[in-house]
Every structure is written in structure tokens, then in C-alpha cells.
């Protein structure tokens, strides 16, 4: 299942990017495919014909995972109060 992350930088601006995976305990960067900003623009310090990035962890402050399709709708059943 693929997940969408939200990544928070060391002094640079949070960017939005994949993963098919999580990544396990032990490694030491993570691969990110689509990376771009919030607004779904080009990250301007990327090239155009970038689809893949790797980011060291000593680099993240912390990530967000953000809410995918399939999940949203299990949280509107149990939300929903005619149940």
C-alpha cells in the first residue's frame, strides 16, 4: 500500500512525496518518489525530470503520513453517528 508522507526538514520548507513502503528500523535514508511542495508544484531546488529523491534522516525533523483514500472511509463510518 502505498503511503504519501509529508516531510519536515532541517531548515528547509516541509515537501510532500511516496513511499510503497515504510521504512525499516535500520535505514539510514528514505526514498521518496513525487516529490513536491504542499500545493502539488515542482520543488524549486529540484530538476524538472526528477521523479525520485533520497533523504538522509540526520535531514528530517519528523514526517507526517497523511490520510489515504482507503483510510478516509473507514474513518467515516465509525464517525458517522446514524450507526
Do not use: C
Amino acid at each position: 500500500m502505498p503511503y504519501t508522507l509529508y516531510v519536515h526538514v532541517n531548515d528547509g520548507e516541509p515537501f510532500l512525496g511516496e513511499i510503497d513502503e515504510m521504512p525499516e528500523p535500520t535505514a539510514q535514508f528514505l526514498v521518496l518518489n513525487n516529490p513536491r511542495s504542499r500545493d502539488g508544484k515542482e520543488l524549486r531546488y529540484l530538476l524538472d525530470e526528477v521523479t525520485q529523491i533520497i533523504v538522509p534522516w540526520w535531514r528530517i525533523n519528523y514526517i507526517e503520513v497523511m490520510p489515504s483514500e482507503e483510510s478516509e472511509g473507514v474513518f467515516d463510518i465509525f464517525g458517522d453517528s446514524t450507526l
